[in-house]
Nanobody
Framework: QVQLVESGGGLVQAGGSLRLSCAAS????????MGWYRQAPGKQRELVAT???????KYADAVKGRFTISRDNAKNTVYLQMSSLKPEDTAVYYC??????????????WGQGTQVTVSS
């Protein structure tokens, strides 16, 4: 059973910073990419940032220049450094991993989510 466990969410004032982390564990054979998505109340879940095992990154336009995604492949861990936070960043942030287990079938796995609240 694969688990993705997020941490680092919380309440912060506008302009502040938070650092999220997500560690994948279980019977993982290979990870292609990991990333972060978020969902605000009444809205669709949306991409925040992704990073491949080779280090290629992708960001949503709304967070470019403010958020930085990084990873430690040896630890199967992905991080999201969030700076200059805005109230509109308030959402539940979900960790995602595209990986295979012993079956070698590629699947997307999701964490439980961590709440990020940015006050005005």
């Amino acid at each position: 059973q694969v688990q993705l466990v997020e941490s680092g969410g919380g309440l912060v004032q506008a302009g502040g910073s938070l650092r999220l982390s997500c560690a994948a564990s279980g019977s993982i054979s290979s990870i292609s990419a990991m990333g972060w998505y978020r969902q605000a109340p009444g809205k669709q879940r949306e991409l925040v940032a992704t990073i491949s095992v080779g280090g290629t990154t992708k960001y949503a336009d709304a967070v470019k220049g403010r958020f930085t995604i990084s990873r430690d492949n040896a630890k199967n861990t992905v991080y999201l450094q969030m700076s200059s936070l805005k109230p509109e960043d308030t959402a539940v942030y979900y960790c995602n991993a595209y990986l295979t287990i012993a079956t070698w079938r590629w699947e997307n796995y999701w964490g439980q989510g961590t709440q990020v609240t940015v006050s005005s």
